[in-house]
């Protein structure tokens, strides 16, 4: 019903308008580090409005991991942040591009992205019944100093997969804390005939991200009201002792790919962004179960980038830019990107309208997202945030992995980030 929906939709979509062939359209180049499934999707709602707007050709580019620069220790959204760095510096950015808000940060500082509320205020733009729409805490992310300078586009937020199979067998419900996890951990590990383990009860990156939402999810924070990090104290180190206590009992394993090591039932849970739902979809050999994420008082960090406008671009490509973002934001159309990719819907009205709805009767795991958004929080939107995020992805990995101190780790790397800070 979903593929039918939206094929209709684009076929009565595209028959509305009749193409002018009178002047060569505006070309906006738009780059983005969606690829697969997700990327086709955009591209097709690239299309749409292409022939909605044939004054307007977005040229959509996948900027991010392909088989040429393919490396573990990388993912699609740092090659598009390097991307933009360059041809920022040469400059010769795109019109629009997918930015994370600590790059907006960065880009502000050095005039290369526009603001938007010229825009917004325009009669091309939102009233206030529109702008209060979009959720709360989305739309807040993008704004700096009072200023709007992107609007949200793929969102997510932080939740716990697990082995749906498993848990029944074991009579038992998700863990709803850490402490939680860690108790009924050992009833899902599995060993074949020599003893040795065959499927851990969770898997995860020894990474930035895991360090990030078990701290901040326990009330804790990585960075202080006056912008200092002080991920070091009583919080941040047993967020660490927390994930080596896992690994040390045999319940818990490192991997580059606990997505993989889930799918192949070689681990009962793993914890990633909802965008994940759909991804899973038909991939396992079990029936698996979405849950919030764990959490005592804290709040559930939630991730995805927002779309920019460059500075460098004429007032001609800046308006067609405009109308693009505008409406791949609109309810219609954030709507089909979060049925199709899993991804969040980015407005009140997509979540209520009936065939959103239809979607999540039929779709209930992607419910478990949407209930988590009142208490969502953003990671640190500072300039330096992305080498600070660098700095965090050693020290975890170091701390956990090769067992370094943790204490002195930790102190270390603070003190580092304090220097980005500065």
């Not at 701290?215 to 009201?225: F, Q, T, V, Y």
Request: hydrophobic fraction near 40%; aromatic fraction near 12%.
């Amino acid at each position: 019903m979903k593929k039918i929906f939206i094929i209709l939709l684009f076929i009565l979509m595209a028959i509305e308008v009749i193409p002018s062939l009178s002047a060569e359209p505006v070309t906006i180049n738009f780059w983005h580090a969606m690829d697969g499934p997700r990327g086709k999707t955009l591209e097709r709602l690239i299309q749409v409005f292409n022939t909605l707007n044939p004054d307007i050709k977005v040229i959509g580019t996948f900027k991010g991991v392909t088989d040429v620069n393919k490396d573990k220790y990388k993912n699609s959204y740092n090659i598009l942040f390097q991307e933009l760095l360059i041809n920022i510096s040469t400059q010769s950015p795109p019109d629009v591009s997918q930015v994370y808000e600590n790059w907006t940060s960065q880009f502000i500082t050095i005039n290369a992205i526009s603001p938007l509320d010229n825009f917004v205020n325009s009669s091309e733009g939102y009233s206030k019944e529109e702008i209060s729409d979009f959720i709360p805490i989305f739309w807040e992310a993008n704004k700096y100093d009072g200023k709007l300078w992107s609007l949200p586009f793929n969102k997510s937020i932080y939740v716990l997969y697990y082995n749906k199979e498993s848990f029944v067998e074991q009579k038992l419900k998700p863990p709803s804390t850490w402490e939680e996890l860690s108790e009924i951990a050992p009833k899902f590990v599995k060993r074949d005939k020599k003893g040795n383990i065959s499927r851990y009860a969770i898997t995860f990156k020894a990474d930035v991200d895991i360090f990030s939402v078990i701290l901040l999810s326990n009330g804790g924070d990585l960075l202080d009201m006056n912008k200092r990090a002080i991920f070091n104290g009583e919080d941040g180190q047993k967020t660490i002792h927390y994930l080596k206590k896992l690994i040390d009992s045999g319940t818990g394993q490192v991997s580059f790919e606990p997505q993989k090591e889930f799918v192949e039932d070689r681990c009962a849970m793993f914890l990633e962004t909802s965008s994940k739902i759909s991804a899973l979809e038909g991939k396992t050999s079990f029936t698996y179960g979405v849950a919030p994420c764990p959490k005592t008082e804290g709040k559930i960090l939630f991730a995805g980038t927002n779309l920019a406008i460059f500075s460098t671009i004429s007032p001609e490509k800046q308006k067609a830019s405009w109308k693009f973002i505008k409406w791949l934001t609109n309810t219609q159309n954030t709507a089909i990107w979060s049925m199709e990719t899993g991804y969040l819907p980015v407005r009140t009205s997509a979540i209520q309208s009936k065939e959103y709805q239809d979607f999540l009767k039929k779709n209930t795991n992607h419910e478990i997202a949407i209930e988590q958004l009142d208490n969502a929080i953003i990671a640190p939107r500072v300039s330096s945030w992305q080498s600070i995020r660098g700095i965090i992805d050693d020290t975890v990995f170091n701390a956990v992995v090769t067992k370094e101190d943790v204490k002195e780790s930790l102190n270390t790397a603070v003190s580092t980030a304090n220097k980005f800070l500065q």
